[in-house]
């Protein structure tokens, strides 16, 4: 009896055991073992709105020679849409090694679009390598149109990204339009081209970006906020969109506020170089906020200090160079912003600041020239670098090149300043225009109507016009307002008591 409970026992155990392992087979069972399955099951969950059971799937074909590249790729796209940057370029490089024709295009090109936002060294390589495998293919095509931009080579950049558009490319090549119209300086094209990205895929982060940085550049920075934000609370691996909202933050004059975001964007992409300047940057604009109440020394001591410890980051000595200029310290300045020219040719605020310090502070035009000339090239869309390149050509005698970069200022959408239609007049009046000086100089006062300057080259307009009457409404008002040049007032004397203009 003893023996029959023992084997009794033994068979209860072994078919306890049975149904256990029937039992987790029949749960895997769901989960095909086939490469191809896999993918397909992954696009099954992707669909359903699983995206990391998808991911799951897609790891697990990866491991699989058949499937490794096209699962790859696949999952570099699902981790793209998931902001998980430094995973999806890892994918794409993975699927990139191993696909070839149209499908290894896409992987380069994805990969390097991916690599250049990071600031890799290896975006161009993987561009020309998207190109070489797939000549016509839409991925290619958006990072080539990248390329060329950072290449300056902006009509190029355009070119590409209409054809990727043109090809389907959808939302994607409208950011890269948007991008390629940026670097040639139409910021009013490039938020076009944002917006229409958005509007095929809302939800699109790189084009939100894109569209943020355009309306800071264009001095709507308050309006960028709130769309980096719903960028960060949706895809909190978004390092891009924490680095926009710094800078974002940096226009506003909340530079405290910037502080966190630069940080974290520091904190996720250690090898970003661009994150790891902008975290110091963001200091350097704390320490300048010290302008704003009153006590540039402070502001020059921490941003020296700062300047000690990060000696190759231009934008510090940019930062220091402006606090220099708040003391009325000319020759520090300009040799901070010389050498953050050096550090970086292409900062287009350090060219500027260059050559307004040389312009005004020291009054020496010629010198101003080249860098105001370079800040202009670099940024063609900012009216302010225009409207002094415009005061500098006016001051060296070049009035032909100065009315015509003067009147692209005025001419420039939404321009409603008076600088740019005071140095036009002016630059009218010595060329003896003085028609159309007395056009952009009423022009000039309409929005100014307090500017002495304005209304003395309106004077010497009316005088050269041979108009006493008006000449002596423009030359009276302009000494009302304080306007103290002697001969202008001389004449005006002369005029009131009744001496004709010859």
Wanted: net charge neutral.
């Amino acid at each position: 009896m003893t023996r029959w409970v023992f084997v009794l026992t033994l068979l209860l155990a072994f078919s306890a055991g049975a149904q256990e392992k029937g039992k987790k087979k029949d749960e895997k069972k769901p989960v095909s073992a086939v490469p191809a399955d896999l993918l397909k099951q992954a696009d099954e969950k992707s669909a359903a709105g699983d995206l990391d059971g998808a991911i799951d799937l897609l790891r697990k074909a990866q491991g699989a020679e058949a499937t490794a590249g096209e699962a790859s790729l696949r999952l570099g796209r699902a981790l793209e849409s998931k902001y998980d940057v430094d995973l999806a370029i890892d994918a794409y490089r993975a699927a990139a090694d191993k696909l070839g024709g149209a499908a290894k295009g896409e992987a380069f090109g994805r990969l390097a679009v991916l690599q250049d936002a990071r600031g890799m060294a290896e975006a161009p390589a993987s561009a020309q390598a998207a190109a070489a495998a797939d000549p016509t293919g839409v991925w290619p095509t958006i990072a080539l149109s990248r390329l060329r931009a950072h290449e300056g080579k902006a009509d190029e950049a355009v070119d590409l990204a209409q054809k990727a558009g043109a090809a389907g490319g959808g939302a994607p090549a409208s950011t890269a339009l948007g991008y390629a119209q940026e670097a040639k300086g139409d910021l009013a094209a490039a938020e076009a081209a944002y917006r229409e990205a958005l509007a095929k895929e809302p939800k699109l982060a790189s084009a939100t970006i894109g569209l943020a940085r355009v309306l800071r550049r264009t001095g709507r920075a308050a309006e960028a906020e709130p769309m980096l934000r719903q960028v960060i609370e949706a895809a909190p691996g978004a390092i891009d969109a924490y680095k926009e909202s710094a800078r974002v933050k940096m226009a506003l004059n909340r530079a405290g506020d910037a502080v966190g975001d630069a940080s974290i964007a520091a904190a996720m992409a250690e090898n970003d170089p661009d994150a790891q300047r902008l975290a110091v940057e963001v200091k350097a604009a704390k320490a300048l906020e010290y302008l704003a109440q009153g006590q540039p020394a402070l502001a020059v001591q921490d941003l020296t200090a700062l300047r000690d410890q990060n000696p190759a980051v231009p934008e510090v000595r940019v930062m220091l160079a402006k606090a220099f200029a708040a003391q009325r310290q000319a020759d520090p300045a300009i040799a901070e912003l010389v050498k953050a020219t050096e550090l970086d040719p292409k900062n287009a605020d350090a060219q500027f600041q260059l050559g307004f310090v040389n312009l005004v502070m020291k009054g020496n035009p010629a010198a101003a020239l080249g860098p105001l000339e370079k800040a202009t090239a670099l940024d063609p869309a900012n009216a302010t670098y225009r409207t002094n390149l415009g005061a500098a050509l006016v001051a060296q005698k070049q009035l032909d090149r100065a009315i015509e970069e003067l009147g692209k200022v005025t001419a420039s959408p939404g321009y409603n300043r008076a600088d740019a239609w005071i140095y036009l007049g002016q630059a009218y009046v010595n060329a003896k225009r003085f028609k159309d000086a007395v056009a952009a100089l009423e022009k000039a006062t309409a929005i100014a109507p307090n500017s002495d300057q304005a209304y003395a080259f309106l004077g010497w307009a009316y005088f050269g016009l041979k108009d006493a009457d008006n000449f002596k409404k423009a030359a009276g008002k302009a000494r009302s307002l304080g306007h103290k040049e002697p001969t202008l007032l001389q004449y005006l004397t002369r005029i009131e008591a009744g001496e004709p203009i010859k």
